[in-house]
Nanobody, 124 residues
Framework: QVQLVESGGGSVQDGGSLRLSCVAS????????MGWFRQSPGKEREFVAA????????RIGDVAKGRFSVSRDTGKNTIFLHMSNLKPEDTAMYYC?????????????????WGPGVLVNVSS
């Protein structure tokens, strides 16, 4: 059974940086796009970034443009979310997800497997 597990969350100050990781375990064939979403209390889950199965294509959400990037290590079944210039409004639970297909998507409904999430807290 495939499982996704995020790590790398924590507390940082305004303007700081973090790198989130997500490891997919339980299957060797990982020809699926993967993405990052986030959700803060009282808000809907929103798209952050996604990357295609080979790592060649990415999509960055409006909340992340110019500050975040996404990458993957296909050999280790791991994707990363590189976050810089973090702001208090970035405080949220960040979720890793695996898509049905191989192309990166901003659509929540294109993802069928989710990790438990990791908390990012940015203080002013």
């Amino acid at each position: 059974q495939v499982q996704l597990v995020e790590s790398g969350g924590g507390s940082v100050q305004d303007g700081g940086s973090l790198r989130l990781s997500c490891v997919a375990s339980g299957r060797t064939d990982r020809r699926y796009a993967m993405g990052w979403f986030r959700q803060s209390p009282g808000k809907e889950r929103e798209f952050v970034a996604a990357i295609g199965w080979s790592g060649a294509s990415t999509r960055i959400g409006d909340v992340a443009k110019g500050r975040f990037s996404v990458s993957r290590d296909t050999g280790k079944n791991t994707i990363f979310l590189h976050m810089s210039n973090l702001k208090p409004e970035d405080t949220a639970m960040y979720y890793c997800a695996e898509a049905f297909g191989g192309s990166p998507s901003e659509d929540f409904f294109e993802y069928n497997l989710w990790g438990p999430g990791v908390l990012v807290n940015v203080s002013s």
